[in-house]
């Protein structure tokens, strides 16, 4: 028996290197134009060629409603503005809500601050996961030579502050290093 006061289930197929979600019902672009103000070298916002993409992402056609489970994929194309790594804008969640991370492939690390200045940095290989709790703002940094391809779940009430983000940035940058990155 069925009821048609109930959603149906949903079903979708995720790339786990390349980060391709089928069905998605909405992709994000972000390109070094939609973002300047989050990289530090100015010098080198400026000196980019050609507006590069700097991520992606595809999302599942899920409600964005309280009680529902939202969740993308993120491809971060290897990179860097000066010395920093291509990484996400980043955001609060409107309504301070959780959300869990999975990394897919590459090499990459979540940033996450609170509203009073506390910083964790999180590696996410493939198979790690990660729980933001409610209150941090989070950022994603691909700090590799290939892309970097994670899950996001969140809440589908959750909402996307990015004005605070851009205002007031993230305590830490993630830069590269003769070890990799450093996070300074
Ligand atoms: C993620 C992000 C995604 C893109 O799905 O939305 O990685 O980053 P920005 O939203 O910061 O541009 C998430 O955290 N959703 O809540
Ligand atoms: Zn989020």
Do not use: C
Not at 48 to 68: L, M, N, T, W
Not at 85 to 111: N, P, Q, R, W
């Amino acid at each position: 028996m069925t009821s048609t006061d109930l959603q149906l289930p949903l079903a979708t197929s995720l790339h786990m290197v390349n980060g391709d979600m089928d069905p998605h019902a909405l992709v994000v672009e972000r390109r070094l134009s939609h973002m300047t103000e989050a990289y530090a070298d100015s010098a080198a916002v400026a000196a980019a060629a050609d507006d590069p993409v700097i991520y992606r992402a595809f999302e599942a056609d899920v409600p964005h409603e309280a009680s529902q489970l939202v969740y993308r994929t993120t491809i971060i194309e290897p990179g860097r503005v000066g010395a920093e790594f291509y990484m996400t804008k980043g955001h609060h969640h409107v309504v301070d809500s959780a959300e869990f991370y999975l990394g897919m492939s590459g090499t990459g690390v979540i940033v996450m601050q609170t509203r009073t200045g506390e910083v964790r940095v999180e590696e996410m290989p493939p198979g790690r996961a990660v729980h933001v709790p409610p209150g941090w703002a989070h950022r994603s940094v691909n700090v590799g030579a290939e892309p970097f391809v994670f899950l996001a779940v969140f809440f589908g009430n959750a909402g996307h502050d990015y004005a605070s983000i851009e205002r007031d940035g993230f305590a830490v940058r993630v830069l590269a290093s003769p070890e990799g990155y450093r996070v300074v």
